[in-house]
Nanobody
Framework: VQLVESGGGTVPTGGSLRLSCAASGTTGSIALMGWFRQAPGKQRERVVSITSGGKENYADSVKGRFTISRDNARNMMYLQMNSLKPEDTAIYYC???????WGQGTLVTVSS
């Protein structure tokens, strides 16, 4: 399954963005998917994961602000990001947990 991220951009502090992740194959059988991010000069970190059954697990830094969802019928996954902060600036990636191949990601920049 190949994954392609989109929806990044530049927003002011407090703004919102919705990221999309399109899968080339069927996602319904994938147990655990997630969104990750890598800020300049930092290691990639997990932002949120979601099971095939819809159980979500958020990093403390985004709880209450970000919402993950997946549409297995359309082989899509989304990340709704609200109340964005400058520290959310990063390249965002979607992936299957445990997969070592990464896509291009989509850049999110939050201006102060």
């Amino acid at each position: 399954v190949q994954l392609v991220e989109s929806g990044g951009g530049t927003v002011p502090t407090g703004g919102s963005l919705r990221l999309s992740c399109a899968a080339s194959g069927t996602t319904g059988s994938i147990a655990l998917m997630g969104w990750f991010r890598q800020a300049p000069g930092k290691q990639r970190e997990r932002v949120v994961s979601i099971t095939s059954g819809g159980k979500e697990n958020y990093a403390d830094s985004v709880k209450g602000r970000f919402t993950i969802s997946r549409d297995n019928a359309r082989n899509m996954m989304y990340l709704q990001m609200n109340s964005l902060k400058p520290e959310d600036t990063a390249i965002y990636y979607c992936n299957i947990l445990g997969n070592s191949d990464w896509g291009q990601g989509t850049l999110v920049t939050v201006s102060s």
